[in-house]
């Protein structure tokens, strides 16, 4: 699971950051978290790819993070893409892609898919799924959390061949979590052939969001929190006024929400020396960074 910064910047885009979007490489699996202005310039520049399987998450229906959209969708299209696209979001994304295809001719070569969605599951796969719930923004707005199934342990043929349960499909049974009987009649459990299982990886982002405890209970445990941080400590006010967060809001929620890692992103263009912006945060969070455009994170299985 990785995850690249394409675009750092609140509201426009600067000389040094592009405006929001971050790509999820999950597997072969591309996720992008909503789509700023020059989003494709910046997946060029890092090197990443429309994937067969790309879905796009768009938290809500400001400018800054969905007028990258009609560009990509123009790209693909240029690339002869044939494989479904899927574009999730807030009430009014349809309305957007559709008068985009209305007005811009491009002709696509593949069909869309847009979801307007509200708060619960968005999508399953098999080896992860992710979920929304509403931010506190001025206009609905959704954050995503990216939930990675926890993976079974290790399998050891020599334990299960030693407690009497040959190579077959009874070791499919024990591997899937089942109990099973030996020829013997004994009871062998999971436990007794499998390591303790893998903890799945989680990746949650607010998008535009005041503090609120939605995204405490979307983040929790989670590997990364990419959190909004428009404005600083001193302007703990304009953040509230306009739905939007601190560096030191965003660490006590990263701190309530026990996750590892919080990332600031959605940076006014006003500040850009990172030591001052984040150092109060740190007191409250330790592990607080500043987003920079093209940083990228692994998040790695804990065992
Ligand atoms: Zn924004
Ligand atoms: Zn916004």
Redesign the pocket.
Known sequence: MKATFLGTA??FPTPKRGA?AVAIQIGSQLILLDCGEGTQRQMAMARIGFKTRTRILITHM?G??VLGLPGILQTMSLFSRISPLQIYGPEGIAAFVEATQETVKFGLTYPIEVVEIGEGIVYEEEDYFVESAFMSHSIPALGYSIIERNRPGKFYPQKAASLGIPEGPLWGELQKGRTVLSSEGRTVTPADVMGPSRIGRKIMYTG?TSPNDSTVRLARDADLLIHDATFDDDSEHKALESGHSTPSYAAAIARDARVKRLVLT?ISGRYSESDSFVNRARDIFSETIMAEDLMTFEVYLSR
């Open positions: 609140g509201s929001p400001h800054d993070h535009d959605h």
